[in-house]
């Protein structure tokens, strides 16, 4: 699967500081303990109905967090998967009278386009399920050596009482990972399971549905071992950061990494598990379901900036949830504004003190509306009474670019429009 292109980064003097982010598993804020390469597994979008704010929430997290991992000397070596093949994708090819793989493959573009156009960081393997379906397969029969496989008719389970550490992830109650699991793709209540949490592995072959060979049967992969199989391939037996939206905590990061420690008996696959909080709209989560959507790409067709999207949603920490609103875009061109007038000038108050409070911020949990506030008490120093530092509105352009990912070289008479 093809990624998108990065966009260059500004270079900076001297290293960021260590970052410290929120793990799930333990509740707390603790340091990311890596080496010099952190390896990152972070979930991707089912390509339907992308790309929603929630999306680009979601993965402005993981790109600050592999600008402040770069900035502070590490390597990053990020995986994202795409699932392009799943129920959701079938609904939708059946309501629009469309093929479902042409429905993946034109998701998946404007994703894509609009991962550009937000200066996202594009991972290094851009991974989706049709192909990684021999790679499930691989994993289901390691599972399957290590008797941590059952039959329910024809499709194919786990169980996890295969898994000790199973729960460590979300800390939920048994009832609650019931309800959680009937409401995201599992099937508690189906007869002959061992427990209504085990996920499935290997889903028969329906009629109407897509289905390729395997050792036990023709069928497709169910959507947990996709994800595991995929990480354990292009990262290793164990990573540094799992990552994705608050809502896959359980039963997809939960399941997912049973698979993979079972498989390869090393604890813990994930070392740090970081999530990011829903994206509301009208009350309620944005959900595809529920249809309160606002899309990257409508905003750009309505004329708004790119870097001012950017900008709305580093206005909000990633472990807090939060509401989008109409007036978002107004601030976010204001802001956008008032950093293009302030960084148009050869001088300007000194912005190393900037550099530090913007590296500080957001190695202390991402703290992107930190980092903002201290942008803009530079560019309210720089506007009332300007400075008489050489280049520091260079030196404000670049971090700006670099560390939060905003492009704010000012427009010029038959140049590019940002």
Same mark, same amino acid.
């Given at each position: ?37 952190? *390896?990152?597994?972070?979930? &991707? ?134 309800? *959680? ?109 529920? &249809? ?55 001088? &300007? ?10 590296? *500080? ?58």
């Amino acid at each position: 699967m093809r990624s998108w292109p990065a966009s260059a980064r500004s270079q900076l003097p001297g290293r960021g500081f260590p970052l410290r982010v929120f793990d799930t598993a333990t509740g707390s804020v603790r340091p990311l303990e890596a080496g010099p390469t952190v *390896r990152m597994y972070v979930c &991707g979008i089912t390509p339907y109905d992308a790309t929603h704010l929630g999306h680009a929430f979601t993965y402005l997290t993981y790109d600050l967090l592999t600008r402040v991992l770069l900035d502070a000397g590490h390597e990053v070596h990020y995986v994202q998967n795409i699932t392009d093949v799943d129920d959701p994708l079938f609904e939708r090819a059946k309501r629009d009278g469309l093929d479902w793989r042409e429905i993946a493959r034109s998701q998946t573009d404007l994703f894509r386009a609009d991962m550009t156009a937000l200066r996202i960081l594009p991972p290094a393997a851009y991974v989706g399920a049709v192909e990684s379906i021999p790679l499930v397969i691989e994993l289901i029969e390691k599972l399957r050596g290590r008797e941590a496989t059952y039959r329910v008719d024809r499709d194919i389970y786990f169980p996890i009482e295969a898994a000790p550490r199973f729960g460590k992830i979300s800390h939920l109650s048994f009832d609650a990972m019931v309800e *959680r699991a009937a409401g995201n793709g599992g099937d508690p209540d189906r007869p002959g399971k061992k427990n209504p949490l085990d996920p499935l592995l290997w889903r028969a072959e329906r009629p109407g549905e897509p289905a390729w060979p395997s050792p036990f049967g023709p069928g497709r992969p169910g959507w947990h071992i996709e994800c595991a199989a995929i990480a354990l391939t292009y990262l290793g037996a164990s990573i540094d950061v799992q990552g994705g939206g608050s809502d896959l905590t359980f039963p997809h990061h939960e399941c997912g990494i049973a698979h993979a420690e079972v498989a390869t008996g090393v604890q813990p696959f994930a070392r740090t598990c970081v999530h990011t909080a829903m994206v509301g709209l009208d009350g309620h989560k944005m959900s595809k379901s529920r &249809g309160n959507l606002e899309f990257v790409s409508r905003l750009l067709a309505r004329g708004v900036p790119p870097a001012a999207i950017r900008i709305a949603l580093l206005d909000h920490h990633h472990t807090v949830g939060w509401e989008w609103t109409p007036s978002a875009v107004d601030v976010a061109r204001e802001r956008l504004a008032r950093w293009r007038a302030a960084a148009s000038h050869t001088r &300007g108050p000194d912005a190393r003190p900037l550099l530090d409070q913007v590296r *500080r911020r957001l190695a202390d949990d991402l703290d992107a509306p930190g980092a903002v506030a201290a942008v803009d008490r530079w560019a309210s120093a720089a506007l009332a009474a300007g400075g008489d530092v050489p280049d520091a509105p260079a030196l404000a352009r670049a971090i700006i670019d670099s560390l939060l990912g905003v492009d704010i070289e000012p427009v010029v008479a038959g140049g590019r429009s940002v």
